[in-house]
């Protein structure tokens, strides 16, 4: 298998793995769908079947109390205007009717929709407008006609109720009154509760996949990320070994080549009329030098001897070095230390060694005249660590301020870009942290954190 087969694994698992992801999602989705509007279709099946039930129930109830009231004496003093005598006379009938064929109220009216006599005559006094039964015009229209027809249920006070309307006749078939009949309809709550129940079981079931679904995949875009950094590593490793290799097959020609150049300036250089290459010689031997011990650096596993040190002091010196190189002559150093001395644990070699990295990226992105800012703070006992930024004002970064750690990456025409890689593990083994911060036109500040 090649190197681009190798490295487009990672992009095709995750391909595939989000694919999967998706898919297991959708048909979770389907799944809960069709359950859920499957119960809720079979929940109104189940209203409409009681509702069609309570309809016909209530239908024969109305009849056969319109019977009962026909064939007694109601009718005929309803007719003479013996309205009261009436009244008293059907008054037993509908008392009695309701408790044996278990409905909630039975009460007759007049055109007007006025009690005439009823079940409970606190609740329906004689004379009263049901005003509520103007909603059902329809029906009421329909039993004047001669049919006996029933309401659609009804809520009123929190209670559910159905009612039906039979014609009462006389001896001449006329219509003289209508019997109201009203029935509970509470057990359609306990259908609204299965409904809302169904409600609530699909959003906690759909709040439970997009959970599971977020899990999923951030579980696998983990593992790919452990994966590729995993692959990263050995690949790294494997680079380094070989650097590590080629650098000190470099180190014995380069010192060959700068003894060899001090030898023949030696013999052929004059003194009155300095030749030019004898001075480039050395100076390209000594960039080369830096670089193979860039390469020797990136590529050993270096152990850090932490000793209580001073690390104001460490900083003063390091600060000290920058401040004499050759471009850094018209830089104005500022460098402030809070408090004056921070002693803890420290490998003084490998901070230098960072420290010197810091400031002279910082003087080379400043490019003369320019401002560098060092400021260390002892954040302990509260935060735990010491903070210490190099704030340059220089132009900032032209990308990412994470991609400058990547091995072998460098924003210059010179150099092997293992500078801040190598810083970064030095920090990394004090159990540190070193980030970049930039902004463009704006300078950029890098930022080191040490524990305590």
Not at 8 to 35: C, E, H, Q
Not at 55 to 61: P, Q, T
Not at 219 to 237: C, G, K, V
Not at 389 to 411: N, Y
């Amino acid at each position: 298998m090649d190197s681009d087969e190798k490295n487009s694994m990672p992009f095709s698992l995750l391909k595939s793995s989000r694919a999967l992801v998706i898919w297991v999602s959708v048909m979770i989705i389907l799944v809960l769908a069709i359950f859920n509007l499957g119960s809720w279709f079979f929940i109104n099946r189940i209203e409409d079947s009681l509702e069609s039930e309570l309809e016909a129930r209530l239908h024969a109830v109305a009849r056969l109390s319109a019977e009962l009231v026909e064939n007694g004496p109601f009718i005929r003093y309803l007719e003479n205007g013996q309205q009261f005598s009436a009244r008293l006379l059907v008054q037993p009938l509908l008392e009695r009717l309701p408790e044996e064929i278990e409905v909630q109220q039975m009460y007759l009216v007049d055109r007007d929709l006025r009690v005439l006599a009823s079940s409970d005559p606190e609740l329906f006094p004689s004379g009263r407008e049901v005003l509520y039964l103007r909603e059902d015009s329809a029906e009421v229209a329909a039993a004047w006609g001669g049919a006996i027809s029933a309401s659609a249920v009804r809520v009123i006070a929190d209670s559910r109720f159905k009612t039906a309307y039979a014609p009462v006749k006389n001896a001449s078939f006329e219509v003289v009154c209508l019997i109201v009949v009203e029935a509970s309809a509470n057990f359609f709550d306990l259908l609204l509760r299965f409904r809302r129940g169904l409600i609530l079981i699909g959003l906690i079931s759909l709040a439970v996949l997009i959970f599971f679904a977020i899990f999923l995949a951030s579980a696998i875009s983990l593992f790919l990320r452990t994966q590729e950094d995993l692959r990263r590593s050995e690949r790294l490793a494997a680079m380094g070994q070989m650097t590590a290799t080629v650098a000190h097959e470099i180190r014995n020609p380069l010192s060959i080549i700068k003894n060899t150049a001090e030898v023949l300036r030696q013999k052929y250089d004059s003194k009155t009329q300095p030749d030019e290459l004898f001075e480039f010689i050395p100076s390209e031997v000594r960039r080369l030098s830096r670089l193979v011990n860039d390469f020797l650096a990136f590529a050993r596993d270096r152990e850090l001897v932490l000793r209580p040190g001073d690390l104001v002091q460490t900083v003063s010196q390091a600060l000290a070095r920058a401040r004499n190189q050759d471009h850094a002559a018209d830089i104005s150093w500022r460098f402030d230390a809070r408090p004056q001395s921070i002693v803890m644990n420290f490998d003084e070699d490998a901070l230098t060694q960072v420290l010197m990295n810091l400031f002279l990226n910082a003087a080379q992105a400043v490019s003369g005249a320019g401002i560098i800012e060092v400021t260390l703070e002892d954040l302990r006992p509260d935060q735990k660590h010491v903070h210490l930024s190099v704030r340059d004002s220089g132009p900032g970064l032209p990308v990412a301020p994470e991609k400058i750690f990547e091995p072998f990456f460098t924003t210059k025409t010179h150099g092997s870009g293992l500078g801040l890689a190598v810083s970064k593990q030095l920090i990394e083994k004090h159990r540190g942290r070193l980030e970049a911060e930039s902004r463009k036109g704006k300078g950029t500040t890098m930022h080191i954190w040490l524990p305590g």
